[in-house]
């Protein structure tokens, strides 16, 4: 009896960790195109969320990654398709302080040949 309700349970954990949940929405920002009207807006954009969730729900059937990624791609194009303009979502900013970030040395120092800081760190050259 414990082994069987062992093995039921064990089977049933190994098979819920090859599915993968679907994404809900897109990460991409859909906007109206010019004279436009809100209802028809609203229905292109029904329309693409569910033909991109019908694909990603079968993908997610299968068991593949990067899921939302695709879902993304697929609401994109469709919305684009039918003359909406979409914008991708902001990435992470950074905050560079005096002297780091791209395109400068490490660390305050002089100033040695072209391209290359050098002093107070490693210095870079591009």
């Known amino acids: 009896m414990k082994f069987s309700s062992f093995s039921l349970i064990a089977s049933c954990l190994a098979l819920g960790a090859c599915a993968s949940v679907p994404p809900v929405g897109p990460r991409v920002t859909a906007v109206a195109a010019d004279n436009v009207s809100d209802r028809k807006f609203t229905a292109d954009d029904a329309a693409c969320r569910a033909r991109a969730q019908s ?3 079968r993908e997610a059937a299968n068991g593949e990654s990067g899921l ?7 609401y994109a194009d469709c919305m684009m398709d039918k003359g909406h303009h979409v914008e991708a979502p902001m990435g992470p900013r950074y905050a560079y302080g005096p002297g780091y970030g791209p395109g400068y040395g490490y660390g305050p120092g002089p100033y040695y040949g072209p391209g290359f800081y050098y002093g107070g760190g490693w210095g870079r050259r591009w």
């Open 55 to 57: 694909v990603t729900d």
């Open 68 to 74: 939302q990624r695709h879902y993304d791609s697929i």
